[in-house]
C-alpha cells in the first residue's frame, strides 16, 4: 500500500516538476496522470496495490473538501461582498462551456460522419 501512495505521490511530484522545468502549457498534475500512465502500462503489476488506495482514496473524497470549505467560511466578508456576482459568473462560464463542448460534439460527430461516408 506504500508503494502504491509514493507511486502516486511520485508521479504527481514528476509531473509538477516537469511542468515547472519546461513551462508545458499542461497543468503538473496532468502531466503526472500522463506519468502514471505510462508507469501502468509498463509495469501492470502495480495496478491491483493502486486499485486498493484509490479505491480508499475515492471513498474519502468528501474529506477531501473539508479545507476548501474551511476556506470558503474564512473568506465570509469577500463571499458576502463579491458572492451574488461569483455565483453569476460562475453559473454564465458552466453554461458557455457546456454550449461550445456541445457544438463541438456535433461539429465533430457530422465530420466523422462525412468522412464515413466519403469513398
Known amino acids: 500500500m506504500l508503494r502504491a501512495i509514493f507511486l502516486l505521490l511520485a508521479c504527481q511530484l514528476a509531473g509538477e516538476g516537469i511542468h515547472r522545468l519546461s513551462g ?48 470558503l467560511v474564512d473568506e465570509g466578508a469577500v463571499l458576502s461582498r463579491y458572492g451574488v456576482s461569483l455565483v453569476i459568473a460562475t453559473t454564465l462560464s458552466t453554461v458557455l462551456t457546456l454550449v461550445v463542448t456541445a457544438l463541438v460534439f456535433r461539429w465533430a460527430l457530422r465530420r466523422v460522419a462525412s468522412e464515413s461516408e466519403a469513398p
Open 24 to 71: 508545458i502549457a499542461l497543468p503538473g498534475a496532468v502531466i503526472g496522470m500522463v506519468l502514471l500512465l505510462c508507469w501502468l502500462a509498463l509495469f501492470p503489476r502495480e495496478r491491483p496495490g493502486l486499485g486498493a488506495v484509490t479505491a480508499w482514496l475515492t471513498a474519502h473524497l468528501a474529506v477531501m473538501f473539508v479545507p476548501a470549505a474551511v476556506g
